[in-house]
T-cell receptor
Framework: RKEVEQDPGPFNVPEGATVAFNCTYSNSASQSFFWYRQDCRKEPKLLMSVYSSGNEDGRFTAQLNRASQYISLLIRDSKLSDSATYLC?????????FGQGTELSVKP | DGGITQSPKYLFRKEGQNVTLSCEQNLNHDAMYWYRQDPGQGLRLIYYSQIVNDFQKGDIAEGYSVSREKKESFPLTVTSAQKNPTAFYLCASIPVRGTEAFFGQGTRLTVV
């Protein structure tokens, strides 16, 4: 079993749609969690940290469920500019582990 | 400006040659990381270092070596033992455990 697993993509959605990405992690001792965005042939950029209480930043909402070892990212009212690969990241005692990424394509 | 600098951006090498990728940060971050990314795939951890003069293997360390003699620098050597070295290599750093990782712009290595 992979340490961090994400939904396989790609996700193809129309503008304005709501899309959800899911990620599971295997090590219950994992300490912190993040969602990164990566555009084609570029380095990843932080989208959001993920907290147990859940957090929201505009159209983006991240949730963490420690009991189920699961994190999620919800994007509402998708824009063309949201097209990218979304990476789930888990910090296990200083070891940063990335999921394989889920590609999102938002169409007009 | 503070940040992470990877150099060069593009690198071409002949098969069988060792090559060293540079990663320098002036953010005073403690931990540094090297990842490899192949087309259409996620980032796989090669090596990481949480303190000077110490480093740990990641998931795909075979064929790679690193050093951490200075806090600011974490060079990665791709040796001839690495079977498929052509890839996009990313360096990252974080200030303390559990906080956001900052990335360099990456080095695209092509071995011919």
């Amino acid at each position: 079993r992979k340490e961090v697993e994400q939904d396989p993509g790609p996700f193809n959605v129309p503008e304005g749609a709501t899309v959800a990405f899911n990620c599971t992690y295997s090590n219950s001792a994992s300490q912190s969690f993040f969602w990164y965005r990566q555009d084609c042939r570029k380095e990843p950029k932080l989208l959001m940290s993920v907290y147990s209480s859940g957090n929201e930043d505009g159209r983006f909402t991240a949730q963490l469920n420690r009991a189920s070892q699961y994190i999620s990212l919800l994007i509402r009212d998708s824009k063309l500019s949201d097209s990218a690969t979304y990476l789930c990241v888990v910090n296990q005692g200083g070891k940063l582990i990335f999921g394989q990424g889920t590609e999102l394509s938002v169409k007009p | 400006d503070g940040g992470i600098t990877q150099s060069p951006k593009y690198l071409f090498r002949k098969e069988g040659q060792n090559v060293t990728l540079s990663c320098e940060q002036n953010l005073n971050h403690d931990a540094m990381y090297w990842y490899r990314q192949d087309p259409g795939q996620g980032l796989r951890l090669i090596y990481y270092s949480q303190i000077v003069n110490d480093f740990q293997k990641g998931d795909i360390a075979e064929g790679y070596s690193v050093s951490r003699e200075k806090k600011e620098s974490f060079p990665l050597t791709v040796t001839s033992a690495q079977k498929n070295p052509t890839a996009f290599y990313l360096c990252a750093s974080i200030p303390v455990r559990g906080t956001e990782a900052f990335f360099g712009q990456g080095t695209r290595l092509t071995v011919v």
